[in-house]
């Protein structure tokens, strides 16, 4: 049963364009949203990172905006570069005794030059 | 720079075959984790490590066990390998559990 649906799988971008990945919850109870690229050969690193109490969470290029009531937060990629091509996982927190990480299945975005 | 290094990039093994995975980091984070990543099914965690000797099943620990005998470094053993163990391993760690992750970059394994 996956808690955190990630979407789309792929995506296409030209090089400038504005890169959007969405996901969504099903439980209440996710306290931290991170984001995290992954290039081809590499691990996971960690992009950036949203709590529940901010609706947006900026750092360069890469934007969280995250809608509480929805249970939704989506990455957005501003003026995309050939070199922003990469899997991107969202995740999720789960809060209480049985903390988790919760991971979305990926995206594989390719931004064209 | 957080440094997470697995032993081996790539791996082959036989079916039946203990193996072993190795992962060292060197910025002393208490916790540790084995996950496995294949195509259209994400990163699935199979154990983490919270302390040196403490050890908690993630959410596919049949057919692996892991051993943290010091804080640097965690193993994950396939006590018999099956070839639907063929995957990428990757390992990671952290200061805080579940936050920040620094991940190694993977062992691809293959089992014939």
């Known amino acids: 049963q996956q808690q955190v649906k990630q979407s789309p799988q792929s995506l296409i971008v030209q090089k400038g364009g504005i890169s959007i990945i969405n996901c969504a919850y099903e439980n209440t109870a996710f306290d931290y949203f991170p984001w995290y690229q992954q290039f081809p050969g590499k691990g996971p690193a960690l992009l950036i990172a949203?709590?529940?109490d901010v609706s947006e969470k900026k750092e360069g290029r890469f934007t969280i905006s995250f809608n509480k009531s929805a249970k939704q937060f989506s990455l957005h990629i501003m003026d995309s570069q050939p070199g922003d091509s990469a899997t991107y996982f969202c995740a999720a927190l789960r809060g209480g005794n049985n903390r988790k990480l919760i991971w979305g299945l990926g995206t594989s975005l390719a931004v064209n030059p | 720079d957080v440094k997470v290094t697995q032993s081996s990039r790539y791996l082959v093994k036989r079916t039946g075959e203990k193996v072993f995975l190795e992962c060292v980091q060197d910025?002393?984070?208490?916790?540790m984790f084995w996950y496995r990543q294949d195509p259209g099914l994400g990163l699935r965690l199979i154990y983490f490590s919270y302390d040196v000797k403490m050890k908690e099943k993630g959410d596919i620990p049949e057919g692996y066990s892991v051993s943290r005998e010091k804080k640097e470094r965690f193993s994950l053993i396939l006590e018999s390998a099956s070839t639907n163990q063929t995957s990428m391993y990757l390992c990671a760690s952290s200061l805080q559990l579940w936050e920040k992750l620094f991940f190694g970059s993977g062992t691809q394994l293959s089992v014939l």
């Open positions: 910025m002393d984070h208490e916790n």
């Open positions: 949203i709590r529940p």
